[in-house]
């Protein structure tokens, strides 16, 4: 939802502003307006998608390293 404000309130605002007139000119005011924090959104969730990646990633990697851990049995000493 982020990426679509962000990307396309720029192709729908000029149309939509054509069409309603005086109002119209409002309305593409406040969708340029809404494009800057709608941008921010989209980079902050992309952001977020990469942590929550590499999050996953290194616990996957620590879950492993425990079950290594718990597998393994020292040879016996004869």
Do not use: C, Y
């Amino acid at each position: 939802m982020a990426r679509w404000a962000a990307g396309d309130k720029a192709m729908i605002s000029p149309s939509a502003a054509a069409r309603a007139g005086d109002a119209g000119r409002g309305f593409a005011v406040v969708a340029h307006e809404v494009g800057a924090p709608a941008g921010q959104i989209a980079k902050a969730t992309a952001e977020i998608g990469e942590n929550v990646g590499m999050i996953h990633s290194r616990t996957r990697n620590a879950v492993e390293t425990v079950r290594d851990v718990l597998a393994w049995r020292p040879l016996s000493v004869l």
